[in-house]
């Protein structure tokens, strides 16, 4: 079992396709755990600031936030009991971007729902429908004698808190359902100040922030740990190998790169001609490992646009990282070969 | 053996760039072997502990004793304390169900002159805002979030403490009726030492709590009423037996205390009807009837579960492919390395070495990349981890089983093959 010139680039392929695998299902894992952390704390993510408003006569408008950072709030309606689950409702409204959870039909709110005299809903998939009426065929969720047209219904492919929850735009629930109710924020960088002012457009409001601690299905298994590690050996493991099969694949095409050399070729040409191979080669590897996630995507239900770049940003990630690390090692074997087929390694070796 | 070791010090010296990376990769190979192996073990673990609950109903038990006005008469009776007790212990060890207890009964600490987080105090999650009282000329008094439970909640819970011990059967039964031993929350670390003493005040009456230990943090308990409680801000108390009341005051408390720990969960693989008549039983033989099952619940462990699940596939798939990529490309590593010494046969074979001599040198080199690191992971990491050390060593060898049959096999074909007579003509 010599391995031949072009035995080894189907090595190099094989093993290529294999790395893009790696990356693929990692990013899978990465992407399905966040999901599952999201959904596990409610679409909260993981430093949410809950708060109380204190006494505020007029409604709030939350879309003033004085921030450019995109947000969202979730006020806390209420958590019923029906039928043995608990379900809770909750207002919410988001600015710019938001965490959108995977839907079993319909669509999630977008920035029309909000501040619009609108009232609608998403309801989990698990929701009973003691509280759904249907009127020329939309369906309407009631809550406080108020009916909310239902846009979309949430749910993924197990079972989570998310099938029980209710959203409704928080501009259509009533001010006084929302008097001392507790308020989520997520945001990335906390615009509360320490004495509990939070800034307005128009002017400010003055909560009461709690720590209430982190929840959800990491919390409760201690994962976060293991994840970080796990993600620094798929790193190691990409740039080991990507380095060992170039260096390998270069010390095969020693004989040619030598018999290249002797008929007067520059090693500028050469270089650029191999690593160009090389560079396709790796490129068609993993773009085809890319185009099999993408379909496996599409069999998964809770499959959206907001997925679909998760994933298209996880699968880029990987790309340059094994292409940083295979452009290192060409250009490093590539002089070390060149150095030893030129008179002067030559002789030495 | 001697001549072998110093052939392949020899070989992996010439080549080093080669041996290095072979040497880096498998050591790579083996350190995300290792992750992967504890990730998916502590997975594992939490997967059994959760499967033996997830099949489980919710049965939730409560008495109608203060809502019935002859019944209030009843609990007033100087009987009844031995009854609710007799019935409480007759949940505990002749129902043939998992009776657990779990209540949030909050308890009023005198922390001294220790200064008490709002986070520790009852209903801070939920927005109230408490502050200090005073409590029998004593203060400042808080009311603490604590949590009670029976020993049977404890153990389906796989509750596991860190410093100090756990509860033992002997702390669910009070003796001396002034001590409770506690656990605390990982939260309380800094603030207690184990052994510490704390002053407090339990439905009335006072008490003073035993610091046994520190519960491991993001430790979650559940029932149907509270689907989702972390430990880490909480004292957590044992489910206790007092000894008969000696004063009108101390039977007051005991009623109290009673009539809570009487009201807990059955968590039952069976449907609604076997668990009402293995209820009815224990009813009848302890003269307790005013208790009934209030409703049946599915656990909450739903989302638990699912991130297990999903983790493992995910987390097996990644660890098969790690496998194939790094055995496939150690292994064309040290293809590529003996091929290129096919030449040195030849001088070796000239000098009188038998083509034994040759592939016992061959494979003392593979042995030596692969085997060594292997070893020493297998000391490392029973010297620092030490958890399921025979799984792991079995994950171990395997690997290098792998490797060395990928790596050793294509070169003995090549060896049975190789026409030295050719070789020596310089005719390759």
Same mark, same amino acid.
């Given at each position: 079992?010599?391995?031949?010139?072009?035995?080894?680039?189907?090595?190099?392929?094989?093993?290529?396709?294999?790395?893009?695998?790696?990356?693929?299902?990692?990013?899978?894992?990465?992407?399905?755990?966040?999901?599952?952390?999201?959904?596990?704390?409610?679409?909260?993510?993981?430093?949410?600031?809950?708060?109380?408003?204190?006494?505020?006569?007029?409604?709030?408008?939350?879309?003033?936030?004085?921030?450019?950072?995109?947000?969202?709030?979730?006020?806390?309606?209420?958590?019923?009991?029906?039928?043995?689950?608990?379900?809770?409702?909750?207002?919410?409204?988001?600015?710019?971007?938001?965490?959108?959870?995977?839907?079993?039909?319909?669509?999630?709110?977008?920035?029309?729902?909000?501040?619009?005299?609108?009232?609608?809903?998403?309801?989990?998939?698990?929701?009973?429908?003691?509280?759904?009426?249907?009127?020329?065929?939309?369906?309407?969720?009631?809550?406080?004698?108020?009916?909310?047209?239902?846009?979309?219904?949430?749910?993924?492919?197990?079972?989570?808190?998310?099938?029980?929850?209710?959203?409704?735009?928080?501009?259509?629930?009533?001010?006084?359902?929302?008097?001392?109710?507790?308020?989520?924020?997520?945001?990335?960088?906390?615009?509360?100040?320490?004495?509990?002012?939070?800034?307005?457009?128009?002017?400010?409001?003055?909560?009461?922030?709690?720590?209430?601690?982190?929840?959800?299905?990491?919390?409760?298994?201690?994962?976060?740990?293991?994840?970080?590690?796990?993600?620094?050996?798929?790193?190691?493991?990409?740039?080991?190998?990507?380095?060992?099969?170039?260096?390998?694949?270069?010390?095969?095409?020693?004989?040619?790169?030598?018999?290249?050399?002797?008929?007067?070729?520059?090693?500028?040409?050469?270089?650029?001609?191999?690593?160009?191979?090389?560079?396709?080669?790796?490129?068609?590897?993993?773009?085809?490992?890319?185009?099999?996630?993408?379909?496996?995507?599409?069999?998964?239900?809770?499959?959206?646009?907001?997925?679909?770049?998760?994933?298209?940003?996880?699968?880029?990630?990987?790309?340059?990282?094994?292409?940083?690390?295979?452009?290192?090692?060409?250009?490093?074997?590539?002089?070390?070969?060149?150095?030893?087929?030129?008179?002067?390694?030559?002789?030495?070796? | 053996?001697?001549?072998?070791?110093?052939?392949?010090?020899?070989?992996?010296?010439?080549?080093?760039?080669?041996?290095?990376?072979?040497?880096?990769?498998?050591?790579?190979?083996?350190?995300?072997?290792?992750?992967?192996?504890?990730?998916?073990?502590?997975?594992?673990?939490?997967?059994?502990?959760?499967?033996?609950?997830?099949?489980?109903?919710?049965?939730?038990?409560?008495?109608?004793?203060?809502?019935?006005?002859?019944?209030?008469?009843?609990?007033?009776?100087?009987?009844?304390?031995?009854?609710?007790?007799?019935?409480?212990?007759?949940?505990?060890?002749?129902?043939?169900?998992?009776?657990?207890?779990?209540?949030?009964?909050?308890?009023?600490?005198?922390?001294?002159?220790?200064?008490?987080?709002?986070?520790?105090?009852?209903?801070?999650?939920?927005?109230?805002?408490?502050?200090?009282?005073?409590?029998?000329?004593?203060?400042?008094?808080?009311?603490?979030?604590?949590?009670?439970?029976?020993?049977?909640?404890?153990?389906?819970?796989?509750?596991?403490?860190?410093?100090?011990?756990?509860?033992?059967?002997?702390?669910?039964?009070?003796?001396?009726?002034?001590?409770?031993?506690?656990?605390?929350?990982?939260?309380?670390?800094?603030?207690?030492?184990?052994?510490?003493?704390?002053?407090?005040?339990?439905?009335?009456?006072?008490?003073?709590?035993?610091?046994?230990?520190?519960?491991?943090?993001?430790?979650?308990?559940?029932?149907?009423?509270? $689907?989702?409680?972390?430990?880490?801000?909480?004292?957590?108390?044992?489910?206790?037996?007092?000894?008969?009341? @000696?004063?009108?005051?101390?039977?007051?408390?005991?009623?109290?205390?009673?009539?809570?720990?009487?009201?807990?969960?059955?968590?039952? $693989?069976?449907?609604?009807?076997?668990?009402?008549?293995?209820?009815?039983?224990?009813?009848?033989?302890?003269?307790?009837?005013?208790?009934?099952?209030?409703?049946?619940?599915?656990?909450?462990?739903?989302?638990?579960?699912?991130?297990?699940?999903?983790?493992?596939?995910?987390?097996?798939?990644?660890?098969?492919? @790690?496998?194939?990529?790094?055995?496939?490309?150690?292994?064309?590593?040290? @293809?590529?390395?003996?091929?290129?010494?096919?030449?040195?046969?030849?001088?070796?074979?000239?000098?009188?070495?038998?083509?034994?001599?040759?592939?016992?040198?061959?494979?003392?080199?593979?042995?030596?990349?692969?085997?060594?690191?292997?070893?020493?992971?297998?000391?490392?990491?029973?010297?620092?981890?030490?958890?399921?050390?025979?799984?792991?060593?079995?994950?171990?060898?395997?690997?290098?089983?792998?490797?060395?049959?990928?790596?050793?096999?294509?070169?003995?074909?090549?060896?049975?093959?190789?026409?030295?007579?050719?070789?020596?003509?310089?005719?390759?």
């Amino acid at each position: 079992m010599e391995i031949t010139t072009r035995s080894s680039t189907l090595w190099v392929a094989t093993l290529y396709l294999l790395l893009g695998l790696i990356v693929a299902s990692f990013s899978y894992y990465q992407v399905k755990q966040n999901e599952l952390n999201a959904l596990s704390r409610s679409l909260y993510n993981e430093n949410s600031i809950p708060f109380i408003v204190k006494n505020h006569e007029k409604p709030v408008d939350w879309s003033k936030i004085d921030t450019s950072q995109s947000y969202t709030i979730f006020a806390e309606l209420e958590t019923i009991k029906v039928k043995s689950e608990l379900q809770d409702i909750r207002g919410i409204y988001f600015k710019n971007d938001t965490y959108f959870p995977p839907l079993v039909s319909g669509r999630f709110f977008n920035h029309t729902d909000f501040y619009n005299n609108k009232k609608v809903a998403v309801i989990g998939k698990n929701v009973d429908k003691t509280n759904v009426t249907e009127k020329n065929n939309k369906y309407y969720y009631q809550y406080q004698s108020e009916n909310y047209e239902i846009i979309g219904t949430m749910g993924a492919e197990y079972s989570s808190k998310l099938d029980n929850t209710i959203l409704l735009n928080i501009d259509g629930v009533s001010s006084e359902s929302l008097q001392s109710k507790f308020h989520v924020l997520d945001i990335s960088k906390n615009p509360i100040t320490p004495d509990g002012v939070l800034k307005f457009k128009d002017n400010t409001l003055s909560v009461n922030v709690f720590d209430r601690g982190d929840s959800g299905s990491t919390r409760s298994l201690n994962m976060d740990v293991f994840h970080l590690m796990i993600l620094i050996f798929i790193i190691l493991i990409l740039i080991s190998s990507s380095f060992i099969f170039t260096y390998y694949w270069i010390e095969k095409k020693k004989t040619e790169i030598l018999i290249l050399w002797q008929s007067g070729i520059t090693t500028n040409q050469i270089f650029k001609r191999y690593s160009i191979r090389y560079f396709l080669i790796i490129t068609i590897c993993y773009l085809s490992i890319c185009l099999i996630g993408y379909l496996y995507l599409s069999l998964d239900i809770s499959w959206n646009s907001d997925v679909l770049f998760k994933y298209s940003f996880e699968y880029l990630k990987g790309l340059i990282l094994i292409l940083l690390s295979s452009a290192l090692s060409v250009w490093i074997s590539f002089n070390q070969t060149i150095k030893q087929i030129t008179l002067k390694g030559y002789l030495n070796k | 053996m001697k001549m072998i070791i110093m052939e392949v010090i020899e070989s992996l010296k010439r080549k080093k760039i080669f041996s290095m990376l072979i040497l880096l990769q498998v050591f790579i190979f083996y350190g995300a072997v290792t992750i992967l192996f504890l990730q998916y073990s502590s997975i594992e673990e939490k997967s059994d502990q959760v499967s033996s609950l997830k099949s489980m109903h919710d049965y939730q038990l409560a008495d109608s004793l203060l809502e019935d006005r002859d019944m209030k008469k009843f609990t007033e009776n100087p009987e009844f304390l031995v009854i609710a007790k007799d019935f409480y212990n007759n949940l505990n060890k002749v129902l043939d169900e998992k009776y657990i207890y779990l209540f949030n009964q909050s308890i009023a600490v005198l922390p001294d002159s220790k200064e008490w987080e709002q986070k520790f105090l009852f209903g801070y999650e939920d927005g109230r805002d408490r502050s200090a009282f005073r409590m029998n000329n004593k203060e400042p008094y808080y009311a603490t979030k604590a949590v009670q439970m029976n020993e049977q909640a404890f153990k389906s819970y796989s509750i596991e403490v860190v410093k100090g011990n756990p509860f033992s059967t002997d702390d669910f039964i009070n003796k001396g009726n002034k001590e409770i031993p506690v656990l605390l929350g990982s939260e309380y670390d800094e603030k207690y030492q184990i052994g510490d003493k704390i002053l407090a005040n339990y439905l009335m009456k006072d008490f003073t709590l035993v610091v046994k230990g520190f519960i491991r943090s993001n430790t979650l308990v559940y029932n149907s009423q509270f $689907p989702e409680l972390y430990l880490d801000r909480y004292i957590v108390m044992p489910a206790q037996v007092f000894p008969s009341p @000696v004063d009108e005051e101390e039977s007051s408390f005991q009623k109290k205390h009673y009539l809570q720990l009487v009201n807990g969960h059955i968590f039952s $693989p069976e449907n609604e009807f076997v668990v009402q008549n293995k209820l009815e039983k224990v009813k009848d033989i302890s003269d307790f009837y005013k208790t009934s099952i209030l409703g049946v619940n599915k656990l909450p462990i739903n989302f638990i579960s699912s991130t297990l699940q999903v983790s493992k596939t995910w987390l097996s798939l990644i660890t098969v492919i @790690v496998f194939i990529v790094c055995v496939l490309s150690i292994s064309i590593l040290i @293809v590529t390395k003996l091929q290129n010494q096919l030449k040195n046969i030849s001088v070796h074979l000239i000098s009188g070495a038998s083509m034994n001599q040759l592939l016992s040198y061959y494979i003392a080199e593979v042995i030596s990349i692969i085997l060594l690191p292997g070893i020493l992971f297998l000391i490392i990491y029973k010297l620092f981890v030490d958890f399921s050390l025979g799984s792991y060593a079995l994950l171990i060898i395997s690997c290098i089983l792998g490797m060395v049959l990928f790596s050793v096999i294509p070169v003995l074909l090549q060896f049975r093959k190789l026409e030295i007579s050719k070789l020596l003509k310089r005719t390759e």
